[in-house]
């Protein structure tokens, strides 16, 4: 009897594509952290717990149901929205939730706790000790890989919109490349380009995309004005 692949948040989706299978380290190149809080928000939408409210050319996030959603990232995401003291922006809860302490490693440990990943530990440089999360049930990545490959790699329109949020995420932030070949994804610009910018996604989540997109390139510029100032 075939085992049941575990239903995952597309946070827990994101993480798992930017984990070497063997390794269980971060693949390099990636801004993982943003890709992670844009899931987040993502999912907060899709499920109806958030939705966006237009003002001008202003798009606010509002608390439409608060009811949590049995995960801990989430909750507490859902949490910092409904108690803050005034209307943000998706882009800045983009930026806050990539900043939430430990984010990385506890959705890791869910998706530990369901078997899908195990904790271990190396060395960096023989000194350092680091937790790494090797694969332990292939199958659930496996499922969202051949997702993507639709979303991707065919014409098909009727793409059910968690997937093709998923899509659009890992491709903006450099996690994709890592999942196909480069070629392959280079072929398919055009297709890309309609995921990202929301022709193949609802007007909420193409919200979602670009305001993790602004939020990546702050965090670059910010990461490079750092560097130049030490």
């Known amino acids: 009897m075939p085992t049941e692949i575990p239903h995952l948040f597309l946070h827990e989706e994101v993480l798992l ?9 971060m693949h390099s190149g990636a801004h993982h952290q943003h890709a992670l809080s844009a899931a987040i928000v993502a999912e ?8 966006i409210a237009a003002e001008g050319k202003k798009q ?20 910092r929205i409904v108690t803050a003291k005034r209307r943000a922006q998706i882009r800045r809860w983009v930026s806050t939730f990539a900043g939430v302490r430990r984010l990385r490693a506890r959705v890791a440990g869910s998706l530990v706790e369901r078997g899908v990943l195990k904790a271990s530990h190396d060395k960096v440089l023989l000194i350092f000790t680091r937790s790494i999360y090797p694969e332990r049930d292939p199958k659930p990545e496996r499922e969202i890989v051949r997702r993507l490959r639709r979303a991707v790699f065919t014409p098909a329109r009727d793409i059910d919109p968690r997937t093709a949020v998923l899509a659009a995420i890992t491709h903006a932030t450099g996690i994709l490349p890592h999942v196909f070949d480069k070629k392959r994804l280079k072929d398919r610009k055009k297709r890309l380009q309609d995921l990202t910018e929301g022709s193949v996604v609802g007007e909420a989540t193409k919200e979602v995309v670009q305001a993790m997109q602004a939020a990546v390139m702050v965090a670059g510029i ?8 030490r």
């Open 17 to 25: 594509l930017s984990l070497k299978d063997k390794k269980g380290t």
């Open 222 to 229: 910010a990461a490079t004005t750092a560097a130049a100032a």
């Open 60 to 79: 606010f996030v509002e608390v439409s149901d608060h009811t949590p959603l049995g995960d801990d990232v989430l909750d507490e995401c859902l949490e």
């Open 44 to 51: 907060l939408l899709l499920r109806e717990r958030i939705r």
